[in-house]
């Protein structure tokens, strides 16, 4: 059993950044690839970016490349996810993701999932 929990979000302006956090809890945590995935109102969920914990970038959804990075510290279990230049299309809620593999995270296919936080950008 994995255990993840977002936090970070909030309200900033268009042009401005935020920094999401995901700790992740668990026996076997480490042997799963990491995602970030958004939901808009009436949207479908999304990929964003994905990595291992070994710190290899699995990819970036074109939408963000350039502008978020995905990130681990080992040593406090925690997947982050530097959002710069952030704009108005930015807005959603984001989620913190496990799966076993580089191409089941990209998919969604994901075994564990956060509960989400919460980002507004104001135009």
């Known amino acids: 059993q994995v255990q993840l929990v977002e936090s970070g979000g909030g309200l900033v302006q268009a042009g401005g950044s935020l920094r999401l956090s995901c700790v992740a809890s668990g026996r076997t945590f480490s042997n799963y690839a990491m995602g970030w995935f958004r939901q808009a109102p009436g949207k479908e969920r999304e990929f964003v970016a994905a990595?291992?914990?070994?710190?290899?970038?699995?990819g970036y959804a074109d939408s963000v490349k350039g502008r978020f990075t995905i990130f681990t510290y080992n040593l406090r279990n925690t997947v982050y996810l530097q959002m710069n230049s952030l704009k108005f299309e930015d807005t959603a809620v984001y989620y913190c993701?496990?799966?076993?593999?580089?191409?089941?995270?990209?998919?969604?296919?994901?075994?564990?999932w956060g509960q989400g936080t919460q980002v507004t950008v104001s135009s």
């Open positions: 990595t291992s914990w070994s710190g290899v970038s699995i």
């Open positions: 993701a496990a799966a076993p593999s580089p191409d089941t995270v990209v998919a969604g296919r994901c075994d564990y």
